[in-house]
């Protein structure tokens, strides 16, 4: 009867949990408790300017402390100066405030924050903690899950200095704070009734970024389209193309395509 029990428990957990894995945003939801995650993001980047493809490659670790609070690093590493190397890193957490769950739906809201350290040149006016910028990032995120269909929505402010080695931040100072807004939609395909944890799941995804900068008012509208593969409810795999919509800001390669690699140990520690 336990056993049964526990099985039947992860089945309905693991039916909400995987759409909402997005592929470019954090959902409210956080990593289980006491799971440790381990991450590798690869986007490859079409330069507007040459035609050189910039290579971003980004290990994470990510440990689930409780249901309510998800810490993480990660550290940046890059081909844009001519020869791959280490360019920085970032810390972030996620406190989840309100849950408000019922069998295969809930609804969820998350602070979250990050702070930032880059030593590359400072090369856009794009401001991006996770890989570019030096600075900070801090928000909210509302997720909602209706059975096999995921929404959630952040939004976050962000303040960027001088990255280091002596890169400034060149774009002024009342331009070096922006707004981000996204949105996201997730949906399982497969399988289409749950039998067992360990059956591969599917999901499609299609998120869209928005960027404001409070000092131009400058802006840009991003749409990722992905496909996600989970697999035994553990292992990840996310592949698909960040494309830019609409622009006024800088931006040296706002289009090409990601890959997510991921893989989560339950009860680590």
């Known amino acids: 009867m336990n056993r049964f029990l526990t099985i039947s428990l992860l089945l309905l957990s693991v039916s909400g949990w995987s759409q909402e894995l997005f592929s470019v945003t954090e959902p409210a939801s ?3 408790a006491r799971s440790i995650t381990f991450r590798l993001d690869n986007t ?5 300017s040459s035609t050189k493809v ?3 490659m980004i290990p994470e670790i990510m440990l689930g402390i409780s249901k309510k609070l998800m810490l993480s690093g990660n550290l940046f590493f890059s081909n844009r100066s001519e020869k ?3 360019e920085g890193g970032s810390v972030y957490a996620k406190y989840r405030f309100l849950s408000n769950d019922a069998v295969q739906k809930h609804f969820r809201m998350a602070l979250f924050g990050r702070a930032g350290y880059n030593n590359s040149d400072i090369h856009q006016e794009e401001i991006n903690m996770n890989g570019h910028n030096t600075g900070v990032e801090a928000g909210i995120v509302a997720t909602g899950l209706l059975r ?3 929404l959630s929505s952040s939004f976050s402010y962000l303040n960027a200095t001088d990255n280091g080695n002596n890169n400034k931040f060149v774009y002024g100072l009342d331009k070096s704070n922006a707004i981000n807004y996204t949105f996201s ?4 395909m497969l399988p289409r009734q749950y039998k067992d944890y360990r059956q591969t799941n599917l999901n499609l995804m299609a998120e869209f970024m928005t960027q404001v ?3 131009s008012g400058k802006y840009y509208i991003d749409i990722a389209p992905s496909v996600q593969f989970i697999f035994n409810s553990q292992g990840r795999l996310d592949i698909g193309y960040r494309k830019e919509l609409s622009s006024t800001l800088l931006r040296t390669a706002p289009n090409g ?3 997510r690699l991921e893989y989560t140990l339950f009860n680590a520690f």
């Open 213 to 215: 900068n409070t000092g």
């Open 54 to 56: 910039n290579y971003h």
């Open 257 to 259: 395509f990601f890959v």
């Open 44 to 48: 490859m980047m079409d330069d507007l």
């Open 185 to 188: 939609i997730g949906k399982l």
């Open 148 to 150: 096999k269909l995921a």
């Open 30 to 32: 956080n990593k289980a």
């Open 84 to 86: 791959f190397r280490f």
